[in-house]
């Protein structure tokens, strides 16, 4: 029996377009996840696809200590300009370890560590995050085939162990600024995420922050202090 179990479905319009949300629940641990659809997803052409894994603070409170936000709506805006995809959004907070735990390991950052040894400080490990769960939401759309929007080789071999089929991969660099920088520099030097790949230079991407600050387009003002290591 599929650990995964379609529960419903609806017409989503958003401001990138109108997809179709449909929510999952996942049997196992009773944790609810969503995808969003658009267009026919059932052709048995390859998928663009982002698997999204929840960031509160990123993804609805624009915090800049990392790239979830930043990379949620460039995928969304990826596939609404195609018309073809599917986003996989996961209730997997910080990594897996929830989102209280994230804020605990937030102020182990203020102190100087980085998102890996904070969550091992916690007693985690430094990814909680399973992506089993994601090939059968995408097996349970009808999606066999998938051109994935990632910098992260987890997800890939994840989703491939599973049977998915990956006809190749898309980088989803953005928002770099001077408040990630060490979370996504951590994030290649220990989590071996493909970044630096597009040739952008190792500064702040305004335009990503300008994009994500409202509809007057104000840049973000600046902090006197250097940033924390995230």
Do not use: W
């Not at 709506?73 to 209730?91: F, P, W």
């Not at 089929?165 to 660099?173: F, K, Q, S, V, Y």
């Amino acid at each position: 029996m599929n650990r995964m179990e379609l529960v419903a479905e609806a017409r989503l319009p958003t401001s990138f377009g109108e997809f179709r949300i449909v929510g999952f629940l996942d049997r196992g641990d009773h944790k609810e996840h969503v995808a969003l659809v658009m267009g026919d997803i059932t052709n048995g052409q390859p998928v663009l696809t982002r698997i999204h894994s929840e960031c509160l603070t990123g993804d609805t409170l624009f915090s800049l200590k990392c790239d979830c936000g930043f990379q949620l709506e460039a995928a969304l805006k990826k596939i609404a300009g195609r018309g073809r995809g599917v986003l996989l959004y996961m209730r997997q907070e910080g990594r897996g370890i929830g989102l209280l735990n994230k804020i605990r390991a937030y102020a182990l950052q203020d102190r100087g560590m980085d998102t890996f040894d904070a969550n091992v400080a916690l007693g985690f490990r430094p990814d909680e995050r399973s992506y089993n769960s994601c090939a059968e939401m995408l097996r349970l759309l009808g999606v066999q085939e998938v051109v994935l929007m990632t910098n992260n080789p987890d997800k890939m071999m994840a989703l491939q162990s599973c049977g998915i089929i990956l006809a190749g991969r898309e980088p989803l660099e953005v928002g770099r600024n001077r408040f990630n920088t060490s979370y996504l520099d951590t994030k290649k030097a220990r989590f071996h995420h493909m970044l630096g790949q597009l040739g952008k230079p190792d500064t702040d991407d305004e335009s990503d922050i300008a994009g994500r600050n409202g509809a007057d387009g104000e840049k973000i003002p600046g902090d006197t202090e250097p940033a924390a290591p995230v």
